[in-house]
């Protein structure tokens, strides 16, 4: 009977996000089509905060007093979960752009929506794809943009930190702004990687103390640079999810 009702309220949580999903999706096409940028991230945060609530999420937030306004900026952000894109939108009080995977365009409405969105999609297998998204970041950032870039490329399979792929630290030099390292932890445990079922629950989000990065700094400084965010971030995860290697530099 336990069961029964679970699967019960699953389908009906799946169900409203669905439908939200869905007007959501359609007015962000309007938006695109129209041109209305400031409208599109209103609606994303909308949409993100109806989301978590309709899934059942509460998001605790950590250490907001490390973010200065009126300030662009980078964020590192681990990854292990599908939730964890609406859980940033509806946490971080920012104009946040997020750097996303090109084959999530293809997903009825979401997708389509995502397609027409100021956020930045790239082909990961192909570098001048890749550059390219880099390049619009850095104007995004000139701009009084902030850009998110989950550092580990992909979603963890067990909610365990990954090594970090060199993006968000190349664009940190390419644009001279700052790194703001977050800790997501419990996402993993909403929606692990190979499910297709969420589940309610409770996720910590805690923002780092800033990294500062050089212009054009070269390739040894990026690197420990990379190094170091990668060890603030594992630093507070929980003991299941951290790292058991080292980056590897």
């Not at 580990?152 to 001279?176: P, Q, V």
Request: net charge positive.
């Amino acid at each position: 009977m336990k069961d029964l009702a679970s699967n019960i309220a699953f389908y009906i949580r799946a169900f409203l996000i669905v439908i939200a999903t869905i007007v959501y999706s359609l007015v962000a096409l309007f938006l695109g089509m129209i041109g209305i940028r400031s409208a599109y991230f209103f609606c994303s945060k909308n949409w993100s905060s109806l989301l978590l609530k309709l899934a059942g999420v509460t998001v605790h937030v950590h250490g907001l007093e490390h973010l200065y306004p009126m300030q662009s900026r980078i964020y590192v952000v681990n990854h292990s979960s599908y939730f964890d894109i609406p859980i940033l939108i509806a946490s971080i009080p920012d104009t946040v752009r997020f750097m996303y995977r090109k084959n999530l365009e293809r997903i009825p409405f979401f997708g389509w929506g995502l397609a027409r969105s100021p956020f930045i999609g790239i082909q990961r297998e192909k570098a001048r794809d890749a550059m390219k998204g880099i390049e619009e970041a850095v104007k995004s950032i000139s701009i009084g943009e902030s850009v998110v870039i989950f550092a580990e490329g992909t979603r963890s399979k067990d909610g365990k930190l990954s090594a970090f792929k060199r993006g968000a630290f190349l664009l940190a030099s390419r644009s001279g702004k700052q790194i703001i390292p977050i800790a997501l932890a419990g996402a993993h445990k909403i929606m692990p990687k190979e499910s297709k079922r969420f589940y309610p629950g409770e996720v910590n989000l805690t923002v780092l103390p800033p990294f500062e990065a050089m212009k054009d700094m070269d390739k040894e400084y990026e690197l420990q640079l990379q190094d170091n965010v990668h060890s603030a971030i594992n630093a507070v995860l929980p003991l299941e999810m951290k790292s058991l290697n080292k980056q590897q530099i």
